[in-house]
């Protein structure tokens, strides 16, 4: 990194805190301090809600996904724009009428206090975890390739976001996110572009994406119903939409972004904003890995990019035979550049077509040359980490990108790692304080509950900061953070439909049936018996048909509230 990347980098963060502290400064009073006023505008919901959602782990590991294994991931995306109808139309209208801070307020008017407490339990122990996670995966990646101190990188992202998260609130989150925001889509714009610039002149855009095409990089949607398929239609369709539902509509990182409406339309046009231009957003961002991978057509590329790896392995006896696979892969990479260059000169289409079939043999022969990798990786160290999707991208950013752009995207990364962990931070602070702490320490004033929900904030803070310093990275990271949620999202979304649309089932075998099912899913997960995405629906499924069950043999037991009527 040159000093112009520094000054861009260092710049944009600073602004970005200092910018987010004086504009949300004097928040005195709870409704200010934890609803930001409650005065926020529909395209800043939308913003928002983005932002909490696009870590920096989306910058990072969706085009190292599409690098490696193409498009199909944005199939996961499928049942958001569903799950945003369902939120408008029967969560915000309930949020909005009971005037609530915190989702789980509604759940002790529903049910009772003891399953409000339970829910809020389980959002705090994997958002906790998802919080470290969220800091831990630039962390972990910016250390290997640039050498910078994993544990100083940590504490330096998780003090930035407590800085201006616990000054100024909700309120301090929301505008910032504008702004963080704003530098990812320019940073990913320029990205593409320069990347499609540097593809050779005969190259077009178009001849890029056959090129891509060839080697299945483009192959979007998968109808079937394979369970040992990840990314499928229809565990997009299904799965993915109870998992959207969950996470949009009870996870209080996402509710307190809408929360801060200023009416019930602005929070549901700012819930359609996001469902609108997420999709197009994650579809953008693979096509930007889809584009780096055209790159390397006519590129070298690493035999495997995680370069702590490759560290490993030549410092041990392992080393030679490492170095015969990468002296392979050069001479497979002169193939393929040979032929894409024919082919980017080529008119007629059987000849077009011909061609293209050598090339996509040619990347499969790659593809076997980087698993060997691997497996010589984990001879060398059976602990190493073999999955290099999340390097690819940042590889590509500090090796070819102009000086001053590396600089930007490093913001951008950077960016959305704090834009994600302080929304996280203001919901874990904001769900302690209101639904544990306040509910049983009552009668303090305004500034008592804002300071409480600072110093639990900054807690939060702390214990996220502890979590990614004792991290360990496995699989892709993007998959992790949403493996996290799912073990979780399920079971909770259940507690909610419950809580909406069955009146018939009380409070106690709703908790009951809760803590069997989470119990269950944390079974089905380990046992590894279904893709993570199913859980969600399988999740909601256990919770509901548990609780009938419980339900038969309880009577009327258990409800000490008063029904709240879904309008």
Known sequence: MQNLDWYI?????????????????????????????SDSRWWTIGLSVMATQASAITFLSTPGQAFHSGMGFIQFYFGLPIAMVVICLVFIPIYH????????????????????TLTAILFLVQRGLAAGITIFAPSIILSAVLGWNLIY?????????????????????????????????LGMLIAFLIIVNYLPLDVTFNKALEIAGASGKLEVLDFSFDLENRYTVWTGLIGGTFLMLSYFGTDQSQVQRYLSGRSMKEMQMGMIFNGLLKVPMQFFILLVGVMVFVFYQFNSSPLHFNPSAVKDVMESPYAAAYELLENDKSILETSI????????????????????????????????LRE??????????????????????????????????????LAVILSAAMSSTASELNALGSTTTIDLYKRNVRGKGDKHYVNASKWFTMLWGIIAI?????????????????????????????????????????????FVAAIITQALIVGLWWADIMPYLWLNLVGSALVIGIAFILQLFLGNRGNENKLIEVE
């Open 9 to 37: 980098l260092v710049g944009t963060l600073l602004f970005i805190v200092l910018y987010g502290t004086y504009k949300s400064r004097g928040s005195q009073n709870v409704t200010d301090y934890l609803k930001g006023g």
């Open 97 to 116: 009428r009971l005037k609530v801070f915190t989702a789980y307020e509604y759940l002790e008017t529903r049910f009772d206090l003891k399953t409000r």
């Open 153 to 185: 990188l940590n504490v330096g992202i998780g003090l930035l976001v407590i800085i201006y998260t616990v000054s100024g609130g909700t309120k301090a989150v929301s505008v910032t996110q504008k702004q963080q925001m704003a530098v990812i889509f």
């Open 337 to 368: 550049r040979k032929e894409q260059l024919i082919y980017s000169k080529l008119v007629d289409e059987a000849e077009k077509k011909t061609t293209l079939t050598s090339i996509a043999a040619l990347n499969k022969k790659e593809e076997q």
């Open 372 to 409: 060997q990798s691997k497996a010589i990786i984990k001879k060398a160290n059976p602990d190493a980490e073999t999955n290099d999707k999340d390097y690819v991208f940042i590889h590509f950013i500090l090796n070819h990108m102009p000086r001053g752009l590396i600089g930007l995207l």
């Open 466 to 510: 502890s979590v990614a310093c004792v991290a360990n990275l496995f699989e892709n990271l993007i998959e992790l953070v949403n493996i996290i949620g799912s073990i979780f999202y399920g079971n909770v979304l259940g507690i909610f439909l419950l809580a909406f649309f069955f009146k018939y089932v009380k409070s106690l075998s709703v």
